[in-house]
């Protein structure tokens, strides 16, 4: 098992870094974050607590990540944010929203819509890879 602690380990610090980066990348500029939410395509009002609730929730999802007892749990929120993060890129992509959606917080300002999807894909296959392995050590130690 200690092949698939390193993989577990190596999973979670990638996501812990990701997320933690995020969330403060948003609350630094949060008014520029909360602005650019407000011009989204959103029922009124829900973009202020979507402002607080987008960080708050990467935040926890990297604190649940760092301590093997609440891990699998972080793994399964991560899944659960880089998968409606990766939705949100790729309905980008498609153009549904008539106009530019905002990077709302984006890992690379710079970064094109389409590699931000691929990128999106990458944490979210490592957040179901992690997920797996974790459940997998958890169910061997029973």
Request: charged share 10%; proline share 3%; glycine share 8%.
């Amino acid at each position: 098992m200690k092949k698939n602690h390193t993989a577990i380990n190596t999973c979670a610090a990638a996501l812990i870094l990701l997320f933690i980066y995020t969330a403060s990348a948003k609350l630094i500029d949060f008014r520029s974050f909360r602005t650019a939410l407000s011009r989204q395509l959103l029922p009124a009002g829900f973009s202020r607590w979507l402002a607080w609730i987008l960080p708050g929730a990467e935040l926890l999802t990297a604190a649940l990540l760092t301590f093997e007892r609440s891990r699998s749990t972080g793994f399964g929120l991560a899944a659960v944010l880089m998968f409606a993060f990766t939705a949100y890129v790729g309905l980008a992509l498609t153009g549904a929203y008539g106009q530019v959606p905002c990077s709302c917080g984006g890992v690379l300002p710079a970064m094109g819509w389409e590699l931000h999807f691929w990128f999106n894909c990458f944490f979210l296959a490592l957040s179901c890879i992690g997920l797996w392995l974790q459940r997998k050590e958890v169910n061997a130690i029973q």
